[in-house]
C-alpha cells in the first residue's frame, strides 16, 4: 500500500529562520512521482513542485528547495530565508506511475512570525 | 480567469437535501477529480474520471455520486446530505497525453459545504 506520512503537524519560526518540512513515503512501485502543494490561509492549493523516482538530483527554486533521497523514502522541502507570506499549509503527495490518483499526507502548518 | 471553477463557492444545506457542486476548466484536461478537505486529515479521494465515459469510485465515495457531463464539466451529488459532509470539496484536473502530459494535478478553488 501507499502511504504519505507527514509527521510535523505544525511548525513556527520567526522570520528569516531556515526551515524544513519533512515527507516519508512508501510504495512497492519502482516509478513513482512524489509532489509538494501549498496552501495559503485563502485555501486554494497551489502545485510547487513534482519528482520522479528515477531523477534524484535535488532542486531550486529561489528560496525554495527540495531533497529527494530514496534511500531513505524522503522529500524533504526547505525554505531559507522564511518570509511570513510563507506561512501555509504545506502537503506531501505521491502517485503511481501507471495511476494517477494523488496520495496525500496529513499536511505541515506552518507559521512564520514576523 | 481561473482555469478551474467550481460552484458553489460556499453553501449551507440541511440534513437530507440534495445538493451539486458544479467544477468546470478551461484547462483542456481529460482526467477530473473530485477530493473532500477536512482538518487533519489531508485531502481524500472521492470519485475520479479519466474521460468522459470513464468513472472511478475514490477512497471515500460513499453518500457521493458524479456525473461527467462533457470533459471540462464535472459535477458532485450528495444524494442525501449528513452533517459528517461538512468539509471543503476541491475539484482537480490533470493531463494524460499530449503536450499537457502531467502528473500533477491542478485545483480549483474549493467549496466550503456546510451541513445543518
Known amino acids: 500500500a501507499q502511504k504519505v506520512t507527514q509527521a510535523q503537524t505544525e511548525i513556527s519560526v520567526v522570520e528569516k529562520e531556515d526551515v524544513t518540512l519533512d515527507c516519508v513515503y512508501e510504495?512497492?512501485?519502482?516509478?513513482?512521482?512524489l509532489f509538494w502543494y501549498k496552501q495559503p490561509p485563502s485555501g486554494e492549493l497551489v502545485f510547487l513542485i513534482r519528482?520522479?523516482?528515477?531523477d534524484e538530483q535535488n532542486e531550486i527554486s529561489g528560496r525554495y528547495s527540495w531533497n529527494f533521497q530514496k534511500s531513505t523514502s524522503s522529500f524533504n522541502f526547505t525554505i531559507t530565508a522564511s518570509q511570513v507570506v510563507d506561512s501555509a499549509v504545506y502537503f506531501c503527495?505521491?502517485?503511481?506511475?501507471?495511476?494517477?490518483?494523488?496520495?496525500w499526507g496529513a499536511g505541515t502548518k506552518l507559521i512564520i512570525k514576523p | 480567469d481561473a482555469d478551474v471553477t467550481q460552484t458553489p463557492r460556499n453553501r449551507i444545506t440541511k440534513t437530507g437535501k440534495r445538493i451539486m457542486l458544479e467544477c468546470s476548466q478551461t484547462?483542456?484536461?481529460?482526467?477530473m477529480y473530485w477530493y473532500r478537505q477536512d482538518p487533519g486529515l489531508g485531502l481524500r479521494l472521492i470519485y475520479y474520471?479519466?474521460?468522459?465515459?470513464?468513472?472511478n469510485k475514490g477512497e471515500i465515495s460513499d453518500g457521493y455520486s458524479v456525473s461527467r457531463q462533457a470533459q471540462a464539466k464535472f459535477s458532485l451529488s450528495l444524494e442525501s446530505a449528513i452533517p459528517n459532509q461538512t468539509a471543503l470539496y476541491f475539484c482537480?484536473?490533470?493531463?494524460?497525453?499530449?503536450?499537457?502530459?502531467?502528473?500533477?494535478?491542478?485545483f480549483g478553488p474549493g467549496t466550503r459545504l456546510t451541513v445543518t
Open positions: 503527495a505521491l502517485s503511481k506511475d501507471s495511476n494517477y490518483q494523488l496520495i
Open positions: 474520471s479519466f474521460d468522459v465515459k470513464d468513472i
Open positions: 510504495t512497492r512501485d519502482t516509478t513513482y512521482y
Open positions: 484547462k483542456g484536461h481529460d482526467r
Open positions: 482537480a484536473t490533470s493531463a494524460s497525453r499530449g503536450t499537457d502530459l502531467s502528473y500533477e494535478q491542478y
Open positions: 519528482r520522479n523516482s528515477f
